[in-house]
């Protein structure tokens, strides 16, 4: 592991690993963006059926609740650097292939709904496998800026950088940005692949050890832990409020706001400039006030931002809105992956990571349906305003997280007790 001392705090170096996999991360997201801002534009052109459309992104979110548990339990057992470049390869082959028959006219919306499954179920093992390998690469005290580091640049990569040559690579063909995923799929594979660290040494599994055992212990680990507890409950709850008020958000800028396409735009680029910021800024709130007292900042914040949104109809109002939501909701991020990796046992972060990643996948969804029910029901604005009160109920739900001691479960002697800064 390499690190450096920045103003007197852990930070990961660039040499020894981390760099590669920063480059990998952030190369892959860039791929991701890609595909998902062709993928719907591919789609409308075989089919015009609101319900076969939305079934492509249904399939987006279904392995996650099939087997993201199984990923983490996977990831627990597997060296975890073999198990992401195995993956990539995978996905860049499959990639490879889907982009070869939309060039040759052979593309259809039963090929996009199994590429989409297949694509997420590989991901289950991907994300929860290098969730777990961090760890290895660096010290538990520089945690928190490789975090921060790794969800900025693939905040960029994704939000920015990639828009603008969707069009261009759509120029010279429909299957060019698909091949493109498919290249970053395979040099994020090459870059970890030539990652050079040591597996950590694991504890004996007992005899007859089950991925269903697994599953369940870890999910008792999470849930005897005393901070991992509320702030995976409050994470679902925030979860669910996003996903009710993104579903509903182009008919809050267009019909509620009256502020067009372009308006939706600038809502989508302020909240993407908001994330980038709060990339910046996540290590140093949590160093001024704790990475728990940080996460109700976050809520704190968020809740009065989507009261803005849902009470203030001026388009100025909803950007600023945005972009504190996008804010807030790095910092989130970054401080909730952190607590979550310095908390775990070594042996459990892949099947702790896949709990927390189970419930934010399935929250979304849910928040998706409420939030299209609230607005039919109370009205478009009502979407933003159900969000703030879910948010609300998530910062009471972080209060036991404050305590000074707070349990952390260990995978054989049961409960001990360690004491974190709130």
């Known amino acids: 592991m390499v690190t450096t001392d920045v103003a007197g705090v852990r930070a990961p170096a660039w040499r020894g690993g981390f760099g590669r996999l920063w480059t990998a991360a952030v190369v892959s997201r860039f791929g ?89 179920t590989l991901q289950t093992l991907f994300d929860n496998a290098s969730t777990a390998l961090l760890p290895s690469l660096v010290d538990r005290e520089g945690l928190g800026s490789a975090n921060a580091r790794l969800m900025t640049g693939q905040q960029l990569a994704g939000g920015f950088l990639a828009s603008p040559f969707v069009p261009l690579l759509l120029a010279v063909g429909a299957a060019m940005p698909f091949a493109a995923d498919a290249a970053t799929y395979l040099l994020a594979a090459a870059l970890v692949a030539s990652l050079r660290i040591q597996a950590p040494e694991r504890e004996r599994r007992p005899a007859g050890s089950t991925l269903r055992a697994e599953v369940a212990e870890g999910l008792r680990a999470l849930w005897r832990d005393g901070a991992l507890r509320p702030i995976c409950v409050a994470t679902l709850l925030c979860n669910i409020g996003m996903g009710a008020l993104i579903a509903t958000l182009v008919l809050h800028v267009t019909r509620w706001l009256h502020a067009g396409n372009a308006g939706f735009a600038a809502a989508m680029t302020a909240y993407s400039a908001g994330s980038l910021a709060g990339g910046v800024l996540a290590q140093r709130i949590a160093r001024r006030i704790g990475r728990v007292r940080s996460l109700l900042l976050c809520g704190s914040v968020q809740t009065v931002s989507l009261v803005l949104i849902g009470t203030v109809r001026h388009l100025g109002a909803l950007l600023v809105g945005m972009a504190l939501l996008g804010l807030m909701n790095m910092v989130w991020n970054v401080n909730q992956v952190t607590l979550m990796q310095q908390r775990s046992p070594e042996s459990m972060v892949g099947r702790i990571s896949s709990a927390f990643r189970t419930a934010s996948t399935s929250g979304a969804p849910l928040g998706a349906l409420l939030g299209g029910v609230v607005a039919g029901a109370y009205g478009l604005n009502g979407p933003a305003l159900f969000a703030a009160v879910l948010f609300a109920l998530a910062v009471i739900s972080l209060i036991p997280a404050l305590k000074p001691n707070v349990s952390v479960v260990e995978p054989d002697d049961g409960a001990t007790t360690a004491h974190v800064k709130p």
């Open 32 to 120: 991701d963006a890609l595909r998902n801002a062709a993928l719907p534009l591919l789609a409308v052109q075989l089919t015009d059926d609101p319900l076969v459309i939305a079934s492509v992104t249904a399939c987006g979110y279904l392995p996650w609740l099939l087997f993201g548990l199984v990923g983490g339990a996977v990831a627990d057992r597997v060296d975890q650097r073999r198990a992401m470049w195995a993956v990539d390869t995978v996905r860049g082959a499959l990639m490879v292939c889907f982009a070869l028959a939309v060039g040759l006219g052979q593309a259809s919306i039963g090929l996009l709904i199994a590429l989409a499954f297949a694509l997420t």
